[in-house]
């Protein structure tokens, strides 16, 4: 009769398990950031940070365009940044400065949300 019982109750587990296993997969999708184009991004912008150039890319003579991506959290700050093209030296000293800028709140629905902006920072030697 206990085996009986555990095998109930894991039985009872697993169903809830499951069903709750369900529910999460029904969650809406709007916890997904907006994705925003670099112009209304400008439009938008607060506070804007150059990147420095690096030593070591002037050393080397290096220039070129790093792509970033920023994500803006609801109160206009930048969450994170991440480098999407572009020399690796460069892109740190971008991905620095893009994590400094602040933005207006952008909405969906009436409500602050998350939004994933790209920006470009273009380094010439």
Avoid: Y
Avoid at 54 to 74: F, I, N, W, Y
Avoid at 88 to 110: D, R
Wanted: with cysteine.
């Amino acid at each position: 009769m206990s085996t009986q019982f555990h095998k109930f109750r894991f039985f009872t587990f697993s169903s809830a398990a499951l069903m709750l296993g369900v529910s999460l997969f029904c969650l809406p999708a709007s916890a997904d950031p907006l994705r925003v184009s670099e112009q209304e991004a400008q439009k938008s912008v607060v506070q804007k940070v150059r990147p420095d150039f690096p030593a070591l890319a002037r050393q080397l003579k290096l220039s070129g365009r790093v792509v970033v991506d920023l994500l803006v959290a609801e109160d206009g700050s930048v969450e994170r940044a991440d480098v999407v093209t572009g020399n690796p030296i460069l892109g740190t000293a971008a991905k620095t400065a893009g994590k400094a800028w602040k933005f207006q709140p952008f909405q969906a629905e009436g409500k602050p949300a998350k939004a994933l902006v790209r920006v470009n920072f273009d380094f010439n030697n």
